[in-house]
Nanobody, 119 residues
């Protein structure tokens, strides 16, 4: 069993910054890619950013230049630094990870963190 635990959400004014963290815990596993998605009520969960174990990153066009994804492989933790936040960034943010166990793999999700951008 591998669990992802998120932290760092909250309320911020437009133009402000927040940093989300997501730590994986368990035993006998490794993680390849880690990423962030977000979802607003009534809409599909959408891709935000992803980072491979080698540090290659990719972003949704809507967040490029404002958000930065990073990871600490030793801590099995992924971060999302969000700058220049806009009201349209308001959503529940979910981290996910491609977990490798033995010869197989699966995707694990965090519990979600509410990010609200409002004045």
């Amino acid at each position: 069993q591998v669990q992802l635990v998120e932290s760092g959400g909250g309320l911020v004014q437009p133009g402000g910054s927040l940093r989300l963290s997501c730590a994986a815990s368990g035993s006998s596993f490794s993680i390849s890619a880690m990423g962030w998605y977000r979802q607003v009520p009534g809409k599909k969960r959408e891709f935000v950013a992803i980072i491979t174990s080698g540090g290659i990153t990719n972003y949704a066009d809507s967040v490029k230049g404002r958000f930065t994804i990073s990871r600490d492989n030793a801590k099995n933790t992924v971060y999302l630094q969000m700058n220049g936040l806009k009201s349209e960034d308001t959503a529940v943010y979910y981290c996910n990870a491609r977990v490798v166990v033995g010869l197989g793999s699966f995707v694990s999700w965090g519990q979600g963190s509410q990010v609200t951008v409002s004045s």
